[in-house]
C-alpha cells in the first residue's frame, strides 16, 4: 500500500538555527498538505498545495517558514531561525484531489525539538 | 475552530465494541463527517467518512443520525491496538481548501 513519506523522523536543533523537513506525497497526489501539532493538541494545517501551487498558507508563519514544491511532486519546510515555540511534530498529508470526499492520507511526522 | 464535540476520554474492554459518540451540531448539508485517529506518536490514520449514510468499512461502522447532527464510530472487537486519540472532523465541502480541522478528540483505552 503506498504511504506519504517524511524524513528526518526526529530532529534536534538550536534556536535561531534553520531547519528543512522533507515530504513524498503518494504517487499521483495532486494536493499537499502540512500541519503541526503541539503536544497534546490537534493537528493545525500550515500549507496546502494544489500541484506546484499555494491555495492556503494563511497559518503559516511566513517571517520564518516557507514552503515549496517545485514540480508539483515532492515538498521542502523550512524554518529559518527555529524558535523555541516551534517545538512539535510536522506533519505531511496528500490526496488524490482537493475534494471534500477525498481521503487525506498523512505520513509518520517529524518530530522537531529545538532547544 | 473546530465544529465537533467529543468526550475527553472512554474506556473499552478489550473485545467489546468501543462506541464513540460525535456531536456535530452545525454541520451543513454538504459537509462529510470524518474520523481518524492517532497512535501516540504517529501520523493521523484514516478510519471512515460519511455524508448522510451509514458507511462500514473493515475498521469501523459510522453511524449518522438522520438529522446529521451527530454521529457514533463503532469499533466492533476492540483490542489493545486500537488504543489512541479518535478525532471526529467536519470537513466542509464549500470552502477553496480542504484542510482537516482537528479538536481535542476523544482518548480510547482499551483494557484487558
Known amino acids: 500500500e503506498a504511504e506519504v513519506a517524511q524524513s528526518p523522523r526526529y530532529k534536534i536543533t538550536e534556536k535561531s538555527q534553520a531547519v528543512a523537513f522533507w515530504c513524498d506525497p503518494i504517487?499521483?497526489?495532486?494536493?499537499l498538505y502540512w500541519y503541526r501539532q503541539i503536544l497534546g493538541q490537534g493537528p493545525e494545517l500550515l500549507v496546502q498545495f494544489q500541484d506546484e501551487s499555494v491555495v492556503d498558507d494563511s497559518q503559516l508563519p511566513k517571517d520564518r517558514f516557507s514552503a515549496e514544491r517545485l514540480k508539483g511532486v515532492d515538498s521542502t519546510l523550512k524554518i529559518q531561525p527555529a524558535e523555541l515555540g516551534d517545538s512539535a511534530m510536522y506533519l505531511c498529508?496528500?490526496?488524490?484531489?482537493?475534494?471534500?470526499?477525498?481521503?487525506?492520507?498523512f505520513g509518520p511526522g517529524t518530530r522537531l525539538t529545538v532547544t | 475552530d473546530a465544529k465537533t464535540t467529543q468526550p475527553p476520554s472512554m474506556d473499552c474492554a478489550e473485545g467489546r465494541a468501543a462506541n464513540l459518540p460525535c456531536n456535530h451540531s452545525t454541520i451543513s448539508g454538504n459537509e462529510y463527517v470524518y474520523w481518524y485517529r492517532q497512535i501516540h506518536s504517529q501520523g493521523p490514520q484514516y478510519i471512515i467518512h460519511?455524508?448522510?449514510n451509514n458507511e462500514t468499512n473493515e475498521m469501523a461502522s459510522l453511524i449518522i443520525t438522520e438529522d446529521r447532527k451527530s454521529s457514533t464510530l463503532i469499533l466492533p472487537h476492540a483490542t489493545l491496538r486500537d488504543t489512541a486519540v479518535y478525532y471526529c472532523?467536519?470537513?466542509?465541502?464549500?470552502?477553496?481548501?480542504?484542510?482537516?480541522?482537528f479538536g481535542q478528540g476523544t482518548t480510547l483505552q482499551v483494557k484487558p
Open positions: 498529508a496528500s490526496s488524490l484531489r482537493d475534494r471534500p470526499n477525498m481521503i487525506q492520507y
Open positions: 472532523i467536519v470537513r466542509d465541502g464549500s470552502s477553496n481548501t480542504g484542510k482537516l480541522i
Open positions: 504517487s499521483g497526489h495532486a494536493t
Open positions: 460519511g455524508l448522510k
